[in-house]
Each structure stands twice: as C-alpha cells, then as structure tokens.
C-alpha cells in the first residue's frame, strides 16, 4: 500500500501542495503512525494511542479520496 496508492497520494499532494506544505506533513505523519501500528509487537515499541490512530484514519481516508481509491478497496485495507 504504502509503494502503491500512498505513493500516488504523496505525488499528488506534491505536485499540488509543494512538500512544504501541512498536508505534505500530514501525510507524512499519518504513514509513520501506520508503519509504527502495524509494526509495534514486532520492534518492541508501544502501539500509537488510541486518538492517534482514528487520526491517522481520518487522513489515510483523505489521502484515498484524493486518489480515488475504490470504497471497497479502502474497506479491504482498513
């Protein structure tokens, strides 16, 4: 996902924004709590709390609709 669809939405938000912009560091971000969720049991770190991750939801969202990703896709992956 994050090779594929967030890479496109990274792109788009480039191109659109600049990669100064807040929405280039929300995009940032909310991949980086993605990564650190699914890879908390394994690294050892704790898992982002609870408020972290609806937010990271609300962006990831954001970030499909601006790639037009498919309902169902989005609610395969989450």
């Keep these: 996902m994050i ?12 191109l659109n924004q600049g990669i100064t912009s807040t929405l280039w560091s929300q995009a940032k ?3 980086a709590l993605l990564v650190a969720a699914t890879t908390a049991g394994v690294s050892g770190r704790l898992a982002p709390a609870a408020v ?3 937010s990271m939801k609300a ?3 954001q970030g499909f609709g ?6 169902g896709d989005q609610d395969q992956f989450f």
């Design 29 to 31: 971000q909310s991949i």
């Design 66 to 71: 601006l790639i037009q990703l498919e309902k």
């Design 59 to 61: 962006q990831l969202q």
């Design 52 to 54: 972290e991750m609806e």
């Design 3 to 14: 090779r594929t669809q967030w890479r496109a939405v990274m792109f788009l938000i480039g």
